[in-house]
């Protein structure tokens, strides 16, 4: 007997074939409507846009204004300090990658010489302090800097109310701006794809982000007031053996003034395998990535991101 070939559930829904010029916008205002064709419609919305173009912004995404500028006004504080305080707690004397990262510290596209930003990561921690017991390869403590009151209170209200308990990282990013002759090899952030399942970017009103379409061209994501951009990262796109895109992306910022931003990065838990869904894996497309857990593929991502500023500390 032979039997029709089975269409993988996820590839039922046809990809566009031409390349996106535009990141389109999802407004959220009625994600917890009582009528299920309205939450559907924004499913299929959201679903498009994670199988044809891997980024989207969203608006009503319900994270209050006051939360988010006092983040910010935090971030700024904090990467005006003096260097030697921000040093001391330098993110390679942290375990699994917490705290502050230095100008050219990160190098996320390994053919550059060195990412132009600084920056400054956390883990999930509670507001009594209490951080995850079940990071695994992931496990590591935050660090905080040393007389900046207030500090730790207003980015962990950000990160409060954005999501509870996940398994996520959250940064706080500044980017000086680059003018002049720039090395196409020192960027803001190189080139790359996140590694979670998605990232949540809040940006503020400087143009740098830019998006790798399927036809090799960059599209800018230009800043939108009251919105997040959101991406796909790595996870997602492993689980889906590609049906959902981890689409590249980078940041320059040639604007002439500073720049800052705060990415935090969804992943699933941390021991969890990442294993392509049945749904997405056919004879005509098998599985195309060696199964590793979360924790173990974040953590080799980030080894890997900061591997040639290891040496200095
Ligand atoms: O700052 C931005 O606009 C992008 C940051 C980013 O891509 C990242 O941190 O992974
Ligand atoms: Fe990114």
């Not at 999501?163 to 952030?189: C, F, H, N, S």
């Not at 919105?227 to 590609?242: K, Y």
Request: net charge negative; hydrophobic share 40%; with cysteine.
């Amino acid at each position: 007997m032979t039997s029709t070939p089975k269409r993988p559930l996820l590839l039922a829904s046809a990809r566009t074939e031409s390349a996106f010029e535009e990141i389109p916008i999802i407004n959220l205002e009625h994600i917890d409507s009582k009528d299920p064709t309205i939450r559907r419609a924004l499913a299929d919305e959201i679903r498009d846009a994670c199988v044809n173009v891997g980024f989207f912004y969203v608006k009503n995404h319900g994270i209050p204004a006051e939360i988010v500028s006092a983040a910010v006004s935090a971030a700024k504080r904090f990467f005006a300090l003096p260097l030697p305080v921000k040093q001391a707690i330098d993110i390679h004397k942290s375990a699994n990658f917490k705290g502050y990262t230095a100008l050219l510290g990160e190098n996320t596209n390994p053919e550059n010489r060195g990412d132009l930003h600084e920056g400054f990561d956390l883990g999930w921690e509670d507001a009594s302090g209490t951080s995850r017991s079940d990071d695994g390869a992931m496990t590591g403590e935050n660090v905080w800097p040393e007389d900046l009151p207030g500090f730790k209170d207003a980015v962990l209200a950000y990160y409060h109310a954005a999501t509870t308990k996940p398994a996520a990282i959250m940064r706080l990013l500044y980017y000086p701006p680059q003018t002049g002759e720039v090395d196409d090899r020192v960027q803001g952030i190189g080139a790359h794809t996140d590694y979670e399942c998605f990232t949540m970017l809040w940006q503020d009103d400087v143009p740098a982000l830019q998006v790798l379409n399927n036809a090799g061209k960059w599209i800018d994501a230009v800043p939108i007031p009251g919105t997040l951009v959101v991406n796909l990262g790595d996870q997602l796109a492993r689980w889906t053996n590609d049906v959902f895109k981890s689409t590249v992306h980078r940041a320059v910022n040639r604007s002439g003034v500073e720049r800052y931003s705060i990415p935090l990065f969804f992943g699933t838990d941390y021991n969890v395998k990442l294993e392509a869904l049945p749904s997405c894996v056919s004879e005509e497309f098998p599985p195309k990535y060696e199964v590793v857990t979360a924790g173990e593929y974040v953590k080799s991502r980030l080894e890997a991101t900061y591997a040639h500023s290891k040496a200095e500390h």
